[in-house]
């Protein structure tokens, strides 16, 4: 009898109905590749096991297609992506909150490098040699040549990080890597300095995401043409930055499920006073996945080639067009890019420009070993 007492007869049907809806709307709702708000490809249906080595796999590959095709599911995941924002609880452990819900991304080990806590200097001196190699080559072709390390966003937004993270132990391998290029006569700049005197009235990096806004952009970049002696280059941040504006979430919300449901602040930078950027980007084959921008701006100023990551290519562009005759983009591919896609052009400038995190030549001395193997 007491199963069939009225009050649980009534939470029978509650839980039933609440079993029955996401199995409703599953039949209904139209098949997903690609989910937006966590900014990823879901699970396809596994192939039916044709051999007895694939049985076993199978149930695993059919549990992960339903894990990311129930009814609802957006819906519960934009639920759990909120409440464990609202509780400072992210849903990804590689994004770590900050004062005030400030977002810093710990892959990489990015809060350790930024901390001081590492010091990979077998890495650091594998980097600057091949730095002062480029540098070497470049120079015989008559090219001015600078190292420009965007720092990481925990590396400057010191006051924004969580308690535990604000120590720092020095040198930080930042400090070394200057050290170690300035020793084997490596032209370099600093970017840290002017993006830290900035300071919390006029933040440099965004909120809710890994890289600097467009005033930090320009402030690195002023340091770069400095470094480069093209001081007539640099532009007055007081003529052209017009304040914050609001922005959409950027990379580290998608990775908490909360892009579509929070807002940022963006730098708005007005260049006007200077010229208008001229010129359109043209993609070019740079021999990797990644491609790279070419920029013809009409203009009968230098080649400028920027061998750089996410940091650079479209934060710089409009900068450096108001000067260059042509500007070119090329990722750094962790020291792996092609040195003759950037010669081709001819470059009278080359910037190369890894951000903090991947300032090491992890995919040149990966591809080294595969090919020593390989011949032995």
Not at 105 to 110: C, R
Request: aromatic share 10%; with cysteine; hydrophobic share 45%.
């Amino acid at each position: 009898m007491g199963l069939l007492a009225h009050h649980r007869r009534w939470w029978g049907i509650i839980a039933f109905v609440a079993l029955l809806l996401p199995l409703l709307a599953q039949s209904l709702q139209t098949p997903q590749t690609v989910s937006e708000r966590e900014a990823r490809t879901l699970a396809p249906w596994p192939a039916a096991p044709r051999t007895l080595a694939e049985v076993s796999p199978w149930p695993r590959a059919v549990d992960k297609y339903l894990g990311d095709h129930f009814g609802l599911r957006d819906l519960m995941v934009r639920g759990n992506a909120l409440l464990r924002y609202a509780l400072w609880s992210p849903t990804d452990s590689l994004v770590v909150f900050g004062k005030g819900r400030f977002l810093f991304f710990d892959g990489d080990a990015m809060m350790a490098q930024s901390m001081g806590l590492l010091r990979r200097e077998a890495e650091i001196a594998t980097f600057a040699d091949f730095a002062a190699g480029l540098h070497a080559r470049l120079r015989a072709r008559g090219a001015d040549f600078v190292v420009a390390i965007p720092p990481n966003s925990a590396t400057i937004m010191r006051s924004e990080l969580p308690r535990w993270a604000r120590a720092t132990r020095t040198p930080t391998e930042y400090d070394l890597m200057l050290q170690v290029l300035t020793a084997r006569g490596v032209p370099v700049a600093d970017l840290r300095p002017p993006l830290l005197h900035a300071g919390n009235d006029n933040p440099t990096y965004r909120r809710t995401d890994t890289h600097w806004n467009r005033l930090g952009s320009l402030l690195a970049f002023n340091a770069t043409v400095v470094a480069l002696k093209r001081s007539d280059w640099a532009i007055d941040p007081a003529r052209v930055f017009r304040d914050f504006e609001a922005a959409p979430a950027g990379d580290l919300a998608r990775m908490l499920g909360v892009s579509a449901d929070i807002a940022d602040r963006e730098a708005r930078i007005d260049l006007s006073s200077y010229d208008q950027p001229h010129g359109q980007v043209t993609a070019i084959d740079t021999l990797r996945e990644t491609g790279g921008d070419l920029v013809e701006t009409g203009r009968a100023g230098p080649t400028v080639v920027v061998l750089g990551d996410s940091f650079t290519r479209y934060y710089w562009q409009d900068a450096f067009t108001l000067h260059a005759g042509r500007y070119v983009w090329i990722h750094h591919e962790l020291c792996d890019f092609v040195p003759e896609i950037a010669e081709r052009y001819r470059p009278d400038i080359v910037v190369l420009a890894p951000t903090e995190r991947f300032m090491f030549c992890w995919n040149l001395t990966q591809n080294t070993e595969k090919q020593a193997a390989a011949e032995r």
